[in-house]
């Protein structure tokens, strides 16, 4: 790792001005902190909410790089690449911003739906072929669209990055030579904006048939506007399918055409001349809510029932569909312990809260706070005790003594050394957990777990 420290160290000092300080100096703080243990982790995580095939539970495979030397140089190019990642034709948020597009799609009579699945689409991205794209896109398309980067640092760190994913997996240590490591920071957006950079040609090709098409990293949701001949049809759907295969060797399933489908945490079915949509939730979900006896927050129960009662009356199309799956989550935390006589009057307030934001947002563009102009965050990190004051006495002593003083001016309008003005800022209150049986108990370091990894080695 010696090298991967040395290449780091040289990058920062020819970068370091583009980079700007506070970046170069959370890297620094990240390869100071990860120099005792430089590597990455090696693990794999069982799919259990795919289901058995041929007899196995299907697994993950996680490249964690949070300890590792090149996490910090990760998250900045992380920050990158994300602006560029959701400027992709085929981007969209999460499902609210997906269920805002499809209340404002028609259907074409005749249309069927389709979902596609990317097979272990982060391992199959093949190294070389993807940074030769991404770094070509960056100093031509994307470099005149976007200012916020310097191309060649930029690329740079890229080679450093995905060239040295290296792994400890019990007692032995690996180097992925080639695909990305699910796990490492910038996966997600790299992965958006390789795949995304032969869309652009194929949803050209294909703009005859294709009514709707988005993509979440490596699932996919779209419209396919039919062909009258059943025959002609099928063959163009077939060859659609193939034409998904034809970049670098990335693979896609795609499943039969149909009139409804599930996708990400929806069911989104055809209706008319319109798209109906109502709540996903998977046969494994076991829906394990905190019980009340839990050492958490005050507000974490409140939280909870305020987000899933809005979640639930913003995806669902019908007002029936999201009363029975409310009525589901009151029955499901009623069992997890919970007192219904309690529980009542904050599902009251949470249909409250949920009515008065559909009725301020009924657009896309109030659906998320844009970040442009968006108060700082200032971060106050509390381990959790339940004897602490909770957190709106903090927020309040923050405003009386800090924020908004009184006779005093207020934050937003002081400046800083270097003359910036501050802005409006916002307080949060970030609560992490104290020591528990779990930590106790758990055991996560696998050589503690039998037989070395490198003796199963040996025996081949």
């Not at 390869?31 to 795919?50: R, T």
């Not at 490591?181 to 294709?210: C, Q």
């Not at 913003?314 to 009525?327: G, N």
């Not at 559909?358 to 442009?372: G, M, P, V």
Request: charged residues 20%.
């Amino acid at each position: 790792m010696e090298s991967v420290k040395e290449a780091i160290n040289s990058w920062i000092e020819k970068h370091h001005k583009t980079v700007g300080k506070q970046m170069t100096q959370y890297i620094r703080h990240h390869m100071a902190n990860n120099l005792e243990h430089p590597f990455g982790q090696f693990y794999i995580m069982y799919k259990i909410h795919k289901g058995q095939k041929n007899g196995r539970w299907p697994t993950r495979p996680v490249c964690s790089d949070v300890s590792s030397l090149p996490h910090g140089l990760g998250k900045y190019i992380t920050e990158m690449l994300l602006p560029i990642a959701h400027h992709q034709q085929s981007y969209f948020r999460d499902s609210y911003a997906l269920k805002t597009l499809l209340d404002r799609t028609s259907i074409t009579p005749g249309s069927l739906l389709f979902t596609s699945d990317a097979t272990a689409m982060y391992t199959n991205i093949k190294t070389q072929p993807a940074i030769a794209h991404i770094s070509k896109y960056l100093r031509d398309e994307a470099g005149r669209t976007f200012t916020h980067y310097d191309p060649e640092s930029l690329i740079e760190a890229i080679h450093i990055v995905f060239e040295n994913n290296i792994i400890a997996f019990g007692d032995t240590y690996w180097q992925q030579i080639s695909g990305t490591g699910m796990g490492i920071s910038p996966a997600p957006p790299w992965a958006t904006i390789f795949y995304g950079l032969y869309e652009n040609s194929l949803l050209d090709r294909w703009r005859h048939r294709i009514g709707f098409y988005r993509r979440f990293i490596d699932d996919v949701f779209g419209i396919w506007i039919t062909h009258p001949c059943q025959d002609t049809n099928e063959k163009l759907w077939n060859d659609f399918q193939e034409d998904m295969q034809k970049w670098h060797g990335l693979e896609w399933t795609c499943e039969p055409l149909a009139t409804s489908v599930n996708f990400m945490d929806l069911t989104i079915s055809i209706a008319g001349a319109c798209l109906s949509t109502t709540l996903y939730e998977k046969p494994q979900n076991l829906y394990l809510y905190l019980p009340p006896h839990s050492s958490h927050p005050r507000g974490i129960e409140t939280g909870l029932i305020f987000g899933q009662v809005l979640r639930i009356r913003c995806l669902c199309s019908k007002q029936e569909d999201a009363d029975a799956h409310i009525k589901q989550l009151f029955q499901r935390l009623c069992e997890r312990g919970h007192n219904p006589s309690s529980l009542i009057p904050i599902f009251s307030q949470a249909e409250d809260n949920a009515r008065t934001f559909l009725e301020k947002n009924n657009n896309a563009d109030t659906r998320h706070i844009d970040s442009t102009g968006a108060p700082h965050k200032l971060f106050l990190h509390l381990r959790y005790h339940p004897e602490d004051p909770p957190a709106h006495e903090i927020q309040q002593l923050w405003r009386q003594h800090v924020s908004q003083p009184r006779n005093e001016p207020p934050l937003h309008n002081l400046e800083s050394l270097d003359g910036r003005p501050f802005g409006p800022t916002r307080l949060i209150v970030a609560y992490s957990w104290p020591l528990n049986l779990r930590n106790t108990f758990s055991v996560r370091n696998i050589h503690n777990r039998g037989r070395e990894i490198s003796s199963y080695l040996s025996d081949r």
